[in-house]
């Protein structure tokens, strides 16, 4: 019975054994690239040799941890390097999830650390001729500057028509998360042509590669575009209002009449120091012992507010204040009416599209590289465990165990370093702003989001500015509702108007010159009539 019972056992822990190795297979099988930067970089990873890329990468701990990773070691410098990869990726078929680290060690206020994602590059190209003209199927990651504050996806698509290559954008990215901490970036491809975008784990952006809405230029083109060789009729009359020809300037127009004249009804103050000039000399300025009159000319005391002008209700020379002149008018201008002749702003007819083409799946190239090319005013950013797999379990695995444990750590001690030395009211604020960045990624905001990652920026760096930031941040948030809920229909895209005569923009462009030369030459008639005043030494 005994004997039974141990076969059993045994006989289970064969199949159980055997149950991890296929997996352990599988899984394996699901990774398509993975670097965790545990050994030294070099002679896997090419550094390229182009001269503007005169940054050094280095194989570093992230701090805090015994955990390597490949580090850009200065500031304001140019980065490239790249990894061939063993087998090239195909992105055609099934999930492809793209997962990445980086650390911003010492934050990251103008730069990039996004990744390249190669296609395959022609014949005779070298890995140590890396630079931003090899061409990529994929570029994906954090970049932040000035008003930029985003989480690159761009998608480089061959139009089958043209034979070109066109950069698709992802319209309305989230933001680039504003700490210190070790973040992990996922971009997932599925076959329903869906693109999901992960930060930390977390879905902050899905989209649809085909959706017109998503990616800006649209994958699919526009089946009309305007005739190139179409052109405006001579005769063709845009102006909606003219000048009404059978107006005329009353006789009582006078445009010569100023705006201000003097107020004839003003009296002068009683009390009114004619005889006090309005300023003085300092009584209290002396003559510096180190004064020559022979080479510094004669001295004379600063001026000053004449104290006595102050006590009265005024002093010197009494003139009568201006006022508005009833009988001013100003240049006539014949009323405007409805133009008889008024056709409507031109515009091109449309014609087919030649490049129109459509689609059921991206024609995505495949991956024959990862590259790191990148222009940064920041050191200290770490990139570490780049993943290429097909499973998104298997990339949240990886988030699990390699990524998890880092960021909780420095989760933990960020607290206790605010807890310490921020104080109750900036750990308060950095979790207004916390909740404030995760607002600005809600996707109604739209093309308003730069405005509130502006605001935001701004507020960071003047925390006593936060009250304010809140309440403009709601006005933009109320506003967009509103137009949401009244907004009517969609306005039409403005087109160029029929520019002015040039005759008449160089007139008053000659005008605007000939005046300022003109006041520049009295100024320089007064600075030559009035009197040298010294009141210190040349140097």
């Known amino acids: 019975m005994e004997e039974r019972s141990r076969r059993m056992w045994t006989r289970y822990a064969l199949l159980l054994l055997a149950g991890c190795f296929v997996s352990q297979l599988y899984a394996s099988s699901d990774v398509k690239f993975y670097e965790s930067f545990d050994e030294a970089f070099d002679g896997r990873w090419i550094v390229s040799e182009k001269e503007e890329y005169n940054g050094v990468w280095k194989h570093a701990k992230s701090e805090g941890h015994d955990d390597h990773g490949l580090l850009v070691s200065e500031k304001a410098r140019k980065y490239a390097i790249v990894k061939e990869l063993d087998d090239v990726v195909d992105l055609k078929d099934g999930t492809v999830v793209l997962q990445y680290e980086v650390r911003l060690q010492d934050g990251l206020e103008c730069g990039g650390a996004y990744l390249k994602y190669l296609r395959p590059q022609e014949a005779g190209w070298i890995p140590k001729e890396f630079n931003n003209e090899s061409p990529y199927t994929i570029m994906f990651g954090p970049d932040r500057c000035g008003a930029t504050n985003k989480v690159h996806f761009i998608l480089k698509h061959k139009n089958p028509k043209s034979g070109e290559y066109i950069e698709h954008h992802l319209n309305f990215p989230p933001s680039v998360p504003s700490d210190k901490l070790t973040h992990v970036y996922t971009a997932v491809l599925k076959p329903d042509n869906e693109l999901l975008i992960l930060i930390d784990g977390e879905e902050k952006k899905k989209a649809s590669f085909l959706s017109e809405d998503d990616f800006e230029p649209s994958l699919i083109p526009a089946q009309t575009i305007p005739d190139p060789e179409d052109k405006k009729p001579e005769d063709w009359d845009e102006r909606e209002k003219i000048p009404d020809p059978d107006a005329k300037k009353p006789d009582d127009w006078d445009e010569d009449a100023p705006m201000e004249i003097e107020d004839e009804e003003a009296e002068k103050p009683e009390g009114w120091l004619d005889d006090e000039p309005e300023e003085i000399d300092d009584p209290e300025a002396t003559k510096p012992e180190d004064w020559v009159d022979e080479e510094d000319g004669e001295w004379e005391a600063p001026k000053i507010d004449n104290p006595k002008c102050a006590e009265g209700p ?72 780049i993943l290429i797999a097909s499973d998104e379990k298997v990339a949240e695995s990886y988030r699990k165990t390699a990524w998890k444990p880092k960021f909780d750590v420095e989760k933990e001690k960020q607290k206790a370093e605010e807890a310490t030395t921020s104080g109750g009211l900036k750990g308060f604020q950095k979790m207004v702003f916390d909740l404030l960045y995760k607002v600005a990624d809600i996707p109604l905001l739209g093309e308003h989001k730069s405005k509130v990652l502006d605001l935001l920026e701004k507020a960071e760096t003047q925390p006593n500015l936060t009250v304010g930031v809140v309440i403009s941040i709601i006005v933009i948030i109320f506003t967009v509702l509103l137009k949401l809920t009244f907004g009517g229909k969609k306005q039409q895209p403005a087109r160029a108007t029929e520019e002015p005569k040039r005759s008449d923009g160089a007139e008053a462009s000659t005008s605007n010159s000939q005046g300022a030369t003109e006041e520049k030459d009295e100024q320089n008639e007064d600075a030559t009539a009035a009197p040298r005043r010294r009141t210190r030494r040349d140097n």
């Open 314 to 385: 005024g002093c010197g020379e009494w003139r009568r204040p201006m006022k508005r002149n009833p009988a001013y008018k100003g240049k006539w201008h014949a009323p405007l009416i409805d133009n008889p002749n008024y056709k409507g702003i031109w515009k091109p007819r449309d014609i087919p599209n030649p490049n129109y083409f459509e689609l059921d799946r991206p024609n995505f190239e495949p991956i024959a590289a990862i590259g790191i090319e990148i222009w940064t005013m920041q050191d200290g950013i770490l990139f570490d465990n």
